[in-house]
């Protein structure tokens, strides 16, 4: 049987998302708002069915072709916002990214996010569709932290957690937490979790009727932060950043 010769399409807003122009829900939202035009004809709908993105472009711009998918691991240190910017001056890990990035990178999104006070490992990629997989709790991506607090905890009511807890209306799933080493009051607590709500450990910690004094993110599935300084950033192979995109393009069809 020979091979169909048509090159293959994709919705507009999956290919936008693939050159790293942002997540597909973003790119959606982009064209939502009369920003996306094929031939100088603004896009209607996120539906659009293209074979490439010749005659694309975004408020105006061309967009270029899609680069290889690159992942980094960044240390992203306490005191900055994951986001593009923040209006009223506080610091974003767009600036830490200036010196920790190579000369060149394309522009990089996060995966996920840390909040202002929180630190440690933050993945980025310049692929959207990477970043979606990446992020999909469908997924089931294990995130590992370690948390300083200040209070009375024991191993047994950390081992509750495994249950999964419900706090104020919410529900959060299954906490495999241990108790790594106390100081008088203080204590180093690591938590493993798949779901990553927002400040979803510091709330189940507080409920537990400890005050969080640091946090840090030391594993996203199989990649560690290791010896990587505050404020740096690795790149991850580019070998293992094809497997992973194999692996998670399988799960996602499947979940």
């Known amino acids: 049987m020979s091979s169909d010769p048509r090159p293959k399409s994709h919705r507009i807003a999956k290919l936008l998302a693939r050159a790293g122009v942002a997540s597909r829900r973003e790119v959606e939202r982009m064209i939502e708002a009369g920003r996306v035009a094929i031939d100088g004809e603004v896009l209607a709908t996120p539906a659009t069915i293209i074979p490439n993105l010749n005659g694309v472009t975004v408020d105006g711009n061309p967009v270029g072709k899609a680069e290889a998918a690159r992942l980094f691991i960044f240390n992203k240190p306490s005191g900055m916002l994951t986001a593009e910017r923040d209006f009223s001056g506080r610091p974003t890990i767009y600036d830490a990214l200036r010196n920790a990035l190579p000369k060149g990178t394309p522009r990089m999104m996060p995966v996920g996010r840390l909040d202002f006070n929180t630190e440690g490992l933050l993945l980025l990629t310049n692929d959207g569709e990477l970043k979606r997989a990446l992020e999909l709790p469908s997924s089931k991506i294990e995130r590992t932290y370690r948390a300083r607090a200040f209070g009375e905890v024991s191993q047994a009511d950390l081992e509750q957690l495994i249950e999964g807890i419900t706090i104020d209306g919410v529900r959060y799933g299954k906490i495999d937490a241990n108790l790594e080493r106390r100081t008088g009051r ?38 560690e932060l290791g010896d990587i300084p505050r404020g740096a950033a690795a790149e991850v192979k580019q070998v293992e950043v094809e497997r992973l995109r194999k692996q998670l393009s399988g799960e996602v069809r499947h979940s």
Not at 200 to 205: A, I
Not at 206 to 213: I, P, Q
């Open 186 to 223: 203080n204590q180093w607590i690591e938590m493993t979790l798949t779901e990553g709500k927002n400040r979803e450990v510091r709330r189940v910690l507080e409920h537990l009727g400890l005050e969080v004094s640091r946090l840090l993110r030391v594993r996203y599935g199989a990649f």
